[in-house]
């Protein structure tokens, strides 16, 4: 059973930066390979519907963004580390929420259990 796990949240003041990461783990060959997945990032806000932030394909590794983090956040992939990271800069209030990862390919769709990230003063 593929796992996945968030890292990286915290508080963090307006106008700071986080790294998000979550480590996959539990590929079998019925699954594929944490290469074959597009990789994205959720969050949810209280009292608000789940939004998707980003999303990195497999092969090539192209990435999309929400148009509310463009130019703000960056995701990218370490293959070999089983590991997708979110990128989090110039982090506004309004940009708190709980963060998933979620891994999608043909054969499964998997999330991970969270990480909280609050931006305040």
């Known amino acids: 059973q593929v796992q996945l796990v968030e890292s990286g949240g915290g508080l963090v003041q307006p106008g700071g930066s986080l790294r998000l990461a979550c480590a996959a783990s539990g590929f079998t060959f019925g699954s594929g390979t944490f290469g074959s997945y597009a990789m994205s990032w959720y969050r949810r806000a209280p009292g608000k519907e789940r939004e998707l932030v980003a999303t990195i394909t497999n092969i090539p590794g192209r990435t999309s963004y929400a148009d509310s983090v463009k130019g703000r956040f960056a995701i990218s992939r370490d293959n070999a580390k089983n590991t997708v990271y979110l990128q989090m800069n110039s982090l506004k209030p309004e940009d708190t929420a709980v963060y998933y990862c979620?891994?999608?390919?043909?054969?499964?769709?998997?999330w991970g259990q969270g990480t909280q990230v609050t931006v305040s003063s």
């Open positions: 979620n891994a999608r390919n043909r054969l499964g769709d998997y």
